[in-house]
T-cell receptor
Framework: AQSVTQLDSQVPVFEEAPVELRCNYS??????LFWYVQYPNQGLQLLLK??????LVKGINGFEAEFNKSQTSFHLRKPSVHISDTAEYFC??????????????FGTGTQLKVEL | ETGVTQTPRHLVMGMTNKKSLKCEQH?????MYWYKQSAKKPLELMFV???????ENNSVPSRFSPECPNSSHLFLHLHTLQPEDSALYLC??????????????FGPGTRLTVT
């Protein structure tokens, strides 16, 4: 079975400071990893994904993540955050379903709060 | 309309009511999903449909009854709900290769309150 652990439930950070949101996963099959962001009263929006190839993945809004197979991690980083980055961030691992589609297993989320 | 839409955005219902949630995707996808998002819990996958056929039921109570009449529409029929069913219900869609590498696109959700 697949699982995702997000070690921090809340991360406060000052504007223009760097931030790292941690994610560790467990998977017995090919690893496909995703980071989603959820702004208040909205659905989830894809930030970035790792499928294969380069372990450093760049996404939208200046975010990037590094896939580390030996440490089973997929941490999300941004070198300089903005107030508008305040949101909840979800890490997820994906597996294909025999009948079609795929199953996303999510972590519990990390609330990023950017302060002035 | 673009992306994935959900109606209504908010719903308050009594435990004896019957209501339905609607989801529509405008992305040409063939797989559709229902998720439940409760406070302090991970998002839970409820149902998966692929080309209108249900391929996953994650041990969801029978008071939740999904319906997928075509690849663009997904419904969740609700009856005799419990207060613990209060949550944000999210719909998503994706390509359907079954290999796990396709991202899912989410709607804005329906905030359900059971009184």
């Amino acid at each position: 079975a697949q699982s995702v652990t997000q070690l921090d439930s809340q991360v406060p950070v000052f504007e223009e400071a760097p931030v790292e949101l941690r994610c560790n996963y467990s998977s017995s099959v090919s690893v496909y990893l995703f980071w989603y962001v959820q702004y208040p009263n909205q659905g989830l929006q894809l930030l970035l994904k790792y499928l294969s190839g380069s372990t450093l993945v760049k996404g939208i809004n200046g975010f990037e993540a590094e896939f580390n197979k030996s440490q089973t991690s997929f941490h999300l980083r941004k070198p300089s955050v903005h107030i508008s980055d305040t949101a909840e961030y979800f890490c997820a691992v994906s597996e294909g379903l025999t009948g079609g589609g795929n199953k996303l297993t999510f972590g519990t989320g990390t609330q990023l709060k950017v302060e002035l | 309309e673009t992306g994935v839409t959900q109606t209504p955005r908010h719903l308050v219902m009594g435990m004896t009511n019957k209501k339905s949630l609607k989801c529509e995707q405008h992305l040409g996808h063939n797989a559709m999903y229902w998720y439940k998002q409760s406070a302090k819990k991970p998002l839970e996958l409820m149902f998966v449909y692929n080309f209108k056929e249900q391929t996953e039921n994650n041990s969801v109570p029978s008071r939740f009854s999904p319906e997928c009449p075509n690849s663009s529409h997904l419904f969740l029929h609700l009856h005799t709900l419990q207060p613990e069913d209060s949550a944000l219900y999210l719909c998503a869609s994706s390509q359907t290769a079954g290999t796990g590498d396709y991202e899912q696109y989410f709607g804005p959700g329906t905030r359900l309150t059971v009184t």
